[in-house]
T-cell receptor
Framework: GAVVSQHPSRVICKSGTSVKIECRSL??????MFWYRQFPKQSLMLMAT?????????EQGVEKDKFLINHASLTLSTLTVTSAHPEDSSFYIC????????????FGEGSRLTVL | AQSVTQLDSHVSVSEGTPVLLRCNYS??????LFWYVQHPNKGLQLLLK??????LVKGINGFEAEFKKSETSFHLTKPSAHMSDAAEYFC????????????FGTGTQLKVEL
């Protein structure tokens, strides 16, 4: 199946700094990518939908100025957590859909962010 | 509107015995349903999906699920559990035809004991 890669898999940063997480579709082009957040022992919550070449669509309650999403190419979307605080510590997962609208979703392996 | 209820947060089975993970859904339209598995600190892997074709869906690693419209259920089963099946399982619903809105269940943690 298609491969979605996230980097870094783990990151530790100091409070107040910004962290960038990359999501790449390795063997297909993804016009749409999705960013999820997962709290410990909980389900995934959709944060935003990232569309190549346009602004991301954020879910209600997600601060767009805190979580900056850029989808500059058909194979790369980035999530930047700005001025991170300990409450931003979480597991962030991206997914990408293969072309065709109803294409299957493939998930990255996730990035665990710890803010000290 | 759509929602998913996973009835058990934890399921424990012995190796070699059957697995049943329960999922009920509600949807205002014809749904597509998925089961994903997540191993610790990993992303999600698709086990199987139902998209309005055959109601009994076979997936990877010996898992299967049956779509029962009358019961609004999509339970995941496996005849014989293996130690490597221990993981978190998520039932997911989305409108048929794609769409961006995946609704995840709260997950079921499967434990497999010797």
């Amino acid at each position: 199946g298609a491969v979605v890669s996230q980097h870094p898999s783990r990151v530790i940063c100091k409070s107040g700094t910004s962290v960038k997480i990359e999501c790449r579709s390795l063997d297909f082009q993804a016009t749409t990518m999705f960013w999820y957040r997962q709290f410990p022992k909980q389900s995934l919550m959709l944060m935003a939908t990232s569309n190549e070449g346009s602004k991301a669509t954020y879910e209600q309650g997600v601060e767009k100025d805190k979580f900056l999403i850029n989808h500059a190419s058909l194979t790369l979307s980035t999530l930047t957590v700005t001025s991170a605080h300990p409450e931003d510590s979480s597991f962030y997962i991206c997914s990408a859909r293969t072309s065709g609208g109803t294409g299957e979703l493939f998930f990255g392996e996730g990035s665990r962010l710890t803010v000290l | 509107a759509q929602s998913v209820t996973q009835l058990d947060s934890h399921v424990s089975v012995s190796e070699g015995t059957p697995v049943l993970l329960r999922c009920n859904y509600s949807s205002s339209y014809s749904p597509s349903l998925f089961w994903y598995v997540q191993h610790p600190n990993k992303g999600l892997q698709l086990l199987l999906k139902y998209t309005s074709a055959a109601t009994l869906v076979k997936g990877i690693n010996g898992f299967e699920a049956e779509f029962k419209k009358s019961e609004t259920s999509f339970h995941l089963t496996k005849p014989s559990a293996h130690m490597s099946d221990a993981a978190e399982y998520f039932c997911v619903v989305t409108p048929t035809g794609g769409g961006n809105k995946l609704t995840f269940g709260t997950g079921t943690q499967l434990k497999v004991e010797l």
